[in-house]
């Protein structure tokens, strides 16, 4: 819409000496910051980047132990027979863009590359909101709920009845989940890490971390809004892992692990143009991603249901 006109003066645009121009470029778009390599590991996976849809892992028993007395018959042996991990390959994606030979030629921007990475973050975004939402179903079950940890007295809150969160207790929550994982001794992994909604990362950030004195840093996240360590545990903030609202009713998960817990595969990630389609005049940019993920370790993953108060 032009600005509007005095009355009496006449509209040049309207005469046509006045242009409508259009841009050499897309407007910006805002792609989500994506954390899945962060959280995760390629172990066990990588004979099924050749070959396969399935690989078997291995678990080690746990061998009972016995007192011993002088003179004592031993007990029969046992066998030392667990069952393995079974991880597949079982998900896939793809997208199929399509720009016409004539609007190609004749646009004056080159519309097919900015299409297929567009088309690329899409599937990406795609990919991990449906990888948190199913990985929030898979912690031990003496890693999440009213009653988590060997104690069975940390409260981590459940999806009918949530945790309220504010500056004070999401400190302390972190805290308490590492202390689960602890107690699973699923804490000694050097890849520690924690993915909160963005929200709840403002409420952290405003806690008692802005204290410099208090997390060691240099500046404090007050001023930097970033979060770090705590506890040795990397936090970081992600919008992918839920779309709840962070209500008492609708309340999102704060999910803190180690990287052995969860095994992820990428198995093809295909891109292929044809530009001579038999049907009609256009190229086509087609993407096809083969990827599946495996929680191989529950210990390792800790799940809290909280909502903002």
């Given amino acids: ?36 390599s962060q959280v995760t590991t390629g172990i066990f996976y990588e004979p099924l980047l050749s070959m396969g849809d399935q690989i078997t892992v291995p678990n080690l028993p746990i061998f009972g132990v016995f007192n011993v007395t002088k003179g004592m018959d031993l007990p029969e042996p046992e066998a030392p027979v667990i069952a393995p991990v079974v991880m597949t390959v079982n998900r896939a994606k793809g997208f199929n863009v ?29 990919v991990e909101t449906e990888f948190w939402a199913d990985i929030v179903t898979h912690a031990h079950a003496m890693n999440q709920g009213g009653g988590a940890g060997k104690s069975g007295n940390i409260n981590l809150g459940t999806k009918a009845a949530p ?19 602890a107690d699973q001794s699923a804490e000694s992994s050097t890849d520690l890490w924690a993915i909160i ?30 979060i770090g360590k705590i506890n040795d545990i990397l936090v970081s903030r992600s919008v992918l892992t839920t779309n709840a609202l962070g209500t008492q ?28 389609d038999p049907k009609s005049f256009r190229t086509l940019f087609q993407g096809l991603f083969v990827y599946d993920w495996s929680v191989r370790k529950p210990e390792g993953l800790v799940v809290a249901w909280v909502y903002y108060n």
């Fill in 197 to 226: 909604p963005n929200y709840a990362a403002g409420l952290l950030v405003q806690s008692d971390l802005k204290a410099v004195y208090l997390t060691g840093d240099k500046v404090s996240p007050l001023r930097t809004g970033d």
């Fill in 98 to 126: 399509t720009v016409d030979d004539i609007d190609a030629k004749q646009s004056h921007i080159n519309i097919g590359p900015k299409y297929q990475k567009a088309a690329y973050m899409t599937l990406e975004r795609a």
């Fill in 1 to 36: 819409m032009s600005v509007p006109l005095s009355i009496g003066y006449s509209d040049l645009k309207a005469t046509g000496l006045i242009p409508s121009l259009f841009a050499k470029e897309f407007n910006v778009f805002y792609w989500p910051t994506t954390r899945m």
């Fill in 249 to 276: 009713a609708d309340p999102v998960p704060i999910i803190v692990g180690n990287k052995d817990a969860i095994s992820y595969i990428a198995q093809l990630n295909r891109l292929r143009i044809i530009d001579k």
């Fill in 163 to 181: 945790i309220p969160l504010n500056t004070g207790v999401s400190t302390k929550l972190l805290i308490d989940m590492f202390s689960v994982l």
